[in-house]
């Protein structure tokens, strides 16, 4: 159902309610997500985005109901995979002959998904669309936010900036806009989404701000392509943005842990009390992977200026959460963060030093050569790590 949002900008995406997990099971949408899509009604109609497949039929209902599908002038794709571009298969079939303005990358990503040789028209920043009533469309190539083929387009005249996935959060809303929304949850799943997603191109979300910056648009609205849309306090978001790209952290410190039978456990929570000691200030933040949510595990890592990895040594190794934690973590490759290693180990003990060496390998600033404990921890070793805790406190 079209929600109008300004002047002759409409809302046209589908509430997600139910959806519990995005990019396959690789993310947690414990709050839904929708799918954002718009439609302008100037001279010309023009539809940036569509919806997710499984909607695509609902879509195709409620679009004809706010315009003949014959009046629509052009489709705008800034991003072809296929939470926006799902419906566009049924869309093209119905009006085959309209321009389709996306990237050239975009252009690849849409043969790409869909084999069709849709009436595409490539476009560059800075080229623009007039549609009418003095209103232009202005494209800006937003590579690697998070896609190759990503674009923003800005809507001159009611100023307003379609982000894509950018400035985006996986929340069902029918609020349409920021403000309106719970704050506590739209915090959540604000920083959730660029620690999980934006987060590995931070490089180009700083050049990106600062090329935005110096374009000197009026910027009114940034409509998302997924959750609530800002219009207040934009300035704010930009400058959340800006931060974010930038080697974040908070005065926190995250332990992230699995264990087999409790030792490493232990160790895990004696190092937390001696950080406590040395520290009263500090959030500290206790995870074990393999029961924790693994986005709320980067999110919390994300968020923190270092990080303490447990694991014990099993099959000369670490156990095979804290493998796929660090793999997650080279991935989402966050900045400026410090780190060390732990863990129990009853004969050889790789794990620690395996863990030590990826820490380095991806990028974190590893402090020292962590604790291991032979064994099930004793009062004495539980001691020592409470010491340690104190020491890494100083450290980081
Ligand atoms: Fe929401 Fe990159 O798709």
Known sequence: MAQKIKNNVYWMGKVDWQLRRF????????????YNSYLIKEEKSVLIDTVW???????????PKEIDLRKIDAVIANHAEVDHSGAMEDLMRSIPDVPVYCTPNGVKSLKGHYHKDWNFKPVRTGDTLDIGHGKKLVFIEAAMLHWPDTMFTYLTGDNILFSNDAFGQHLATDKIFADLADQATLREED?????????PWSKMVDAKLKEIAAMRLPIEMICTSHGACWRKDIG???AKYDAWANA????RICIIYDSMWGGTRAMAEAI???IRMADGEVEIIVHSLSKSDKNDVMTDIFRSKAVLVGSPSHNKCMLSSVAAALEEMRGLAFKG???????CYGWSGEAQVRMSAILKEIGYDVVDDGIKNVWEPDGPALDACV???????GKV
């Not at 497949?53 to 679009?63: C, D, G, I, N, T």
């Not at 974040?248 to 005065?251: I, S």
């Open 387 to 393: 010491e340690y805790g104190k020491a890494f406190a």
């Open 53 to 63: 497949a499984p909607y695509s039929q609902e879509f195709m209902r409620e679009l």
């Open 248 to 251: 974040y952290q908070e005065n």
């Open 23 to 34: 990019h396959g099971d690789e993310y947690s949408t414990n709050h839904g997500s929708t």
């Open 191 to 199: 920083i959730k989404y660029y620690a999980n997603i934006i987060a």
């Open 272 to 274: 937390a009390r001696g």
């Open 337 to 343: 963060k410090k780190a060390a290693a732990f863990g």
């Open 236 to 238: 704010k978001v930009f």
